[in-house]
Nanobody, 123 residues
Framework: QVQLTESGGGSVQAGGSLRLSCAAS????????MGWFRQAPGKDREFVAG????????RYSDSVKGRFTISRDNAKNTVYLQMTSLEPEDTAVYYC????????????????WGQGTQVTVSS
């Protein structure tokens, strides 16, 4: 089964930027939508951003729209999340996910999760 490995998390001050990467162990993910989710302590895991198999039709949660950008490079089996203007409310473990379909990924349609990477934003 495909393995997803996230990297790029860390600690940053409010207003800063981070770029998360998620590398897949198999090229099969190039046929699937991929996305990013996050889970803060005591809260449910929530959708952050998703993109279709071609890297188009990017979708974002209202809380990150205009600050985060999702992209993918199928030649590298990698999806990225560029995060700017970070806020303390963005503090969470961020998870990469592969969807079951090619078009979109949602909380209930995830086929595979990554192990997560911690993002901490201080005020």
């Amino acid at each position: 089964q495909v393995q997803l490995t996230e990297s790029g998390g860390g600690s940053v001050q409010a207003g800063g930027s981070l770029r998360l990467s998620c590398a897949a162990s198999s090229r099969t993910v190039s046929n699937n939508a991929m996305g990013w989710f996050r889970q803060a302590p005591g809260k449910d895991r929530e959708f952050v951003a998703g993109v279709n198999w071609r890297g188009g039709d990017a979708r974002y949660s209202d809380s990150v729209k205009g600050r985060f950008t999702i992209s993918r490079d199928n030649a590298k089996n990698t999806v990225y999340l560029q995060m700017t203007s970070l806020e303390p409310e963005d503090t969470a473990v961020y998870y990469c996910a592969v969807g079951r379909s090619s078009g979109a990924v949602g909380r209930s349609t995830v086929q595979r999760w990554g192990q997560g990477t911690q993002v901490t934003v201080s005020s």
